[in-house]
């Protein structure tokens, strides 16, 4: 890789934390408009299960030794496709950002070599304002496959929750009962089986690698019909910086699909949310989804409000030298 004269490239540690982060806020505010990433995401990406630090991850500093880019491989199930992230501080290292994702295409090539696999999968993403990564990553052979909605709405003046559906009943998930947990993930697991991109992950790997701040227990729900398991919420704290709730998975069994399900777990969110003070609640939507949860959102006051763009190449796998 070809750099500005005396920046330097180098596989991050621990220590670096600090200066990441730097680098993802300056990311994220250019394209989304805030900080969306915190220290502790930072970690878990450095930490990650199917994670190599020394060979799986770049941080390039300018010549007074500041972080400018980030890249990372990240694969949560170390099976499927493999997510790749190259993030810059938009107004020092713009430049850098196509060399970096070739460096980590050839690290996906020989990802796939090393799982004998002959070639492999790798996706990456792109903000609205990010239209120079847009370019490059058509430049390198990406092509876009699919586009990403996050929606919100206020919940100032929120209304009274209003009645679920008759036979519908909807509680918190009771996180001290392990017998609770695996009927959520069952739930979760068995709603999200007819979604294009969904990735199985047993019960112990998925409840492994909840993150602390999908852990806010109090805003996770179950929704049952008539005393039979129908569907569940998952929240997570990700947004408290920008003052809102977070709807992180929403599950509906296909059986229970249409019948006020999915409404009465999104109402019952939003009032947990409101009573805590949030301002707002937000959510994103695959507008692939084959089961359309976007028309539902809008039902229940969501309104769409950026959009994120994925990006998908075939990589193959790196012969021996």
Not at 233 to 245: I, P, V
């Amino acid at each position: 890789m070809t750099l500005p004269a005396d920046w330097a490239a180098r596989r991050p540690a621990l220590d670096d934390v600090p200066g990441i982060l730097a680098v993802v806020h300056a990311a994220d505010t250019f394209a989304i408009g805030h900080p969306d990433f915190d220290a502790e995401d930072v970690k878990a990406a450095l930490t990650a299960p199917f994670f190599d630090p020394v060979r799986d991850s770049w941080l390039v500093s300018d010549p007074q030794g500041r972080p400018v880019a980030w890249s990372v491989v990240d694969n949560p199930t170390g099976v499927g496709r493999e997510f790749v992230d190259v993030l810059v501080d938009p107004e020092r290292a713009e430049a850098v950002r196509a060399p970096l994702l070739a460096l980590m295409l050839d690290r996906v090539a020989e990802r796939a070599a090393e799982r004998g696999l002959p070639a492999l999968t790798v996706r990456a993403s792109a903000y609205a304002p990010e239209t120079r990564w847009a370019t490059e990553l058509t430049e390198a052979g990406f092509s876009r496959v699919k586009r990403y909605v996050r929606m919100s709405r206020d919940l100032a003046g929120l209304d009274a929750e209003p009645p679920p559906p008759p036979g519908v009943t909807v509680r918190p998930l009771r996180a001290g009962d392990e017998d609770d947990l695996r009927l959520f993930h069952r739930i979760f697991d068995t709603a999200f089986r007819d979604t294009p991109d969904y990735e199985p992950a047993g019960y112990d790997h998925w409840r492994e690698r909840l993150p602390a701040y999908d852990r806010t227990w109090d805003e996770w729900f179950v929704a049952e019909v008539d005393g039979e398991p129908a569907g569940a919420l998952q929240s997570s704290d990700q947004a408290l910086e920008q003052d809102s709730g977070w709807v992180r998975t929403l599950s509906v069994l296909p059986k229970y699909r249409r019948h006020g399900v999915g409404a009465a777990l999104l109402w019952r969110a939003f009032t947990v949310y409101a009573a805590k003070g949030r301002r707002h609640v937000g959510l994103g939507v695959d507008l692939a989804n084959p089961t359309s949860p976007a028309t539902l959102y809008r039902s229940v006051g969501l309104r769409e409000m950026r959009w994120t763009d994925m990006y998908e190449r075939t990589v193959p796998a790196a012969t021996a030298v």
